[in-house]
């Protein structure tokens, strides 16, 4: 049976979506450009400032989803040879340093956007504004904060309650 998409589930995995359409976006211009280079001899001048620019959009929007999908390190067998009560504690530790330590660059990544936007600064050939490029730092570290934040509550609710299970 085929699952129909909804408005809410492209609304909701929106950042996701276009990581995956800046994935393609790249790929393809790097694979034409090194055909334009290597065997038509006429290189792209403009294909290094949008290569910087999609590979910021897919790290900071497909951050989300790296979360979701467990694709970041973690140390799980560590904090399960605790005991129950104690997981608990060190995951929402882990889940409050990792949403202050995402908040912080995010609050930084914002301050360089700001900075980019005031002084006009633009990239050399296709003058995009640098502002446009960085902008997705504060957004995406602002959706991984959140996602880590479902993610830590989860982890935390879904241990067996203290006194439970205790061996």
Known sequence: MKKKI?????????DT????AALVMLIF???????????ISKPFAWEEEIQLALIVWVTFLG??????????????????????KMQRTVDAII?????FILLYVGWQGWKYVVQMFSNHRTSNILH???????IVLPLGCV????????QGWKE??????????EE
């Not at 909804?6 to 929106?14: E, P, R, T």
């Not at 889940?95 to 949403?99: E, F, G, K, L, R």
């Not at 959706?143 to 479902?150: G, K, T, V, Y």
């Open 6 to 14: 909804s408005a809410k589930y492209i609304f909701c995995n929106l």
């Open 17 to 20: 979506i276009l990581a995956a």
């Open 29 to 39: 211009i790097t694979f034409f450009g090194v055909i334009a280079r290597y065997i």
């Open 63 to 84: 951050g989300r989803w790296a979360f979701i999908a467990g694709s970041h390190p973690a140390i799980d067998m560590v904090v399960d040879m605790f005991p129950k």
């Open 95 to 99: 889940t409050a340093v990792s949403v």
């Open 128 to 134: 995009i504004p640098y502002a446009l490029i960085y």
């Open 143 to 150: 959706l991984m904060s959140l996602q880590m934040i479902i």
């Open 156 to 165: 935390i609710t879904d241990r067996t309650a203290p006194g439970e299970g």
